[in-house]
T-cell receptor, first 115, second 117 residues
Framework: NAGVTQTPKFQVLKTGQSMTLQCAQDMNHEYMSWYRQDPGMGLRLIHYSVGAGITDQGEVPNGYNVSRSTTEDFPLRLLSAAPSQTSVYFC??????????????FGDGTRLSIL | AQKITQTQPGMFVQEKEAVTLDCTYDTSDPSYGLFWYKQPSSGEMIFLIYQGSYDQQNATEGRYSLNFQKARKSANLVISASQLGDSAMYFCAMREGEGGGADGLTFGKGTHLIIQP
């Protein structure tokens, strides 16, 4: 009963380093998305995907890349980490539906610090 | 303009009392969904309740209910008979458009609820 799995749970990077945050879901959900959560703020959408091979930008996409080669996986890449990217990152997935009533299921988050 | 506004940064409530967490939203799309999530200190996001723009009745899920006032664009969460375990951050969120279109929720900044014994 894994749901949405994010790895790693914690990571410390130096400015300029690159890394990939992993996200996998086993619910066969079509939709997947990445959010960041900063202190005192709600979650903000970075990128999302409506299916394998299809991705699009959210509210705060700069500095991040995504790809979706399979239904299960949706990795988030930081190309050159900056201190402003210090945040908690959440991956989420949901079923596609005609109506907007499908809730997003969230992973447990990745706490990322950029020094 | 903010799409989701939660005006209560923090609330203290006595155990067993009912709690109302405020949420107002802004959209011109006739089709939208409103969600409430709970985030305990452990950090995970827990889905609580959903209200659709076309729903005729207020949503209920156990001790949670949603006071949906469409004309006022408000979707307040009501927790009945609060418990110590209800202490957490609560986020209101909205998805605009039909469920098959673009993805992603717009979140408010949250309300930090503390239940006191």
């Amino acid at each position: 009963n894994a749901g949405v799995t994010q790895t790693p749970k914690f990571q410390v990077l130096k400015t300029g380093q690159s890394m990939t945050l992993q996200c996998a879901q086993d619910m066969n959900h079509e939709y997947m998305s990445w959010y960041r959560q900063d202190p005192g703020m709600g979650l903000r959408l970075i990128h999302y995907s409506v299916g394998a091979g299809i991705t699009d930008q959210g509210e705060v996409p700069n500095g991040y890349n995504v790809s979706r080669s399979t239904t299960e996986d949706f990795p988030l890449r930081l190309l050159s980490a900056a201190p402003s990217q210090t945040s908690v990152y959440f991956c989420a997935s949901r079923r596609q539906a005609v109506y907007s009533n499908q809730p997003q299921h969230f992973g447990d988050g990745t706490r990322l610090s950029i020094l | 303009a903010q799409k989701i506004t939660q005006t209560q940064p923090g609330m203290f409530v006595q155990e067993k009392e009912a709690v109302t967490l405020d949420c107002t939203y802004d959209t011109s799309d006739p089709s939208y969904g409103l969600f409430w999530y709970k985030q305990p200190s452990s950090g995970e996001m827990i889905f609580l309740i959903y209200q659709g723009s076309y729903d005729q009745q207020n949503a209920t899920e156990g001790r949670y209910s949603l006071n949906f006032q469409k004309a006022r664009k408000s979707a307040n969460l009501v927790i009945s008979a609060s418990q110590l375990g209800d202490s957490a951050m609560y986020f209101c969120a909205m998805r605009e458009g039909e469920g098959g279109g673009a993805d992603g929720l717009t979140f408010g900044k949250g309300t930090h609820l503390i239940i006191q014994p």
